[in-house]
Nanobody, 127 residues
């Protein structure tokens, strides 16, 4: 049974940092890109960042470039999202996900590009 478990969310003041983790179990995802998405109340789930299956390339939505960093540990089947200089508009539930196609050149940015999802972790940034 495939399972993704996020952790590391919480309440932080604007300008602060958090590090999210996503541990995958049930199978290996070494040939699959992984991504982070977020969903704020009343809004659609949106792409935040992705890391290619090789771990050699990373991609970000414009609003987090220069502040967030995605990384992965293949041996641990874990992906991380380091979030710095947090803003109140970053408040959302953050989800990690595994892309549904292996060995993609560029990871997708749509929710339908991803098969497996975690349960989400709440990030709240106070002003």
């Amino acid at each position: 049974q495939v399972q993704l478990v996020e952790s590391g969310g919480g309440l932080v003041q604007a300008g602060g940092s958090l590090r999210l983790s996503c541990a995958a179990s049930g199978r290996t995802f070494s040939n699959y890109a992984m991504g982070w998405f977020r969903q704020a109340p009343g809004k659609e789930r949106e792409f935040v960042a992705a890391i290619s299956w090789s771990g050699g390339s990373t991609y970000y939505t414009d609003s987090v470039k220069g502040r967030f960093a995605i990384s992965g540990d293949i041996a641990k089947n874990t992906v991380y999202l380091q979030m710095n200089s947090l803003k109140p508009e970053d408040t959302a539930v953050y989800y990690c996900a595994v892309e549904n196609a292996p060995l993609t050149v560029v990871p997708g940015r749509r929710t339908y590009d991803y098969d497996y999802w975690g349960q989400g972790t709440q990030v709240t940034v106070s002003s």
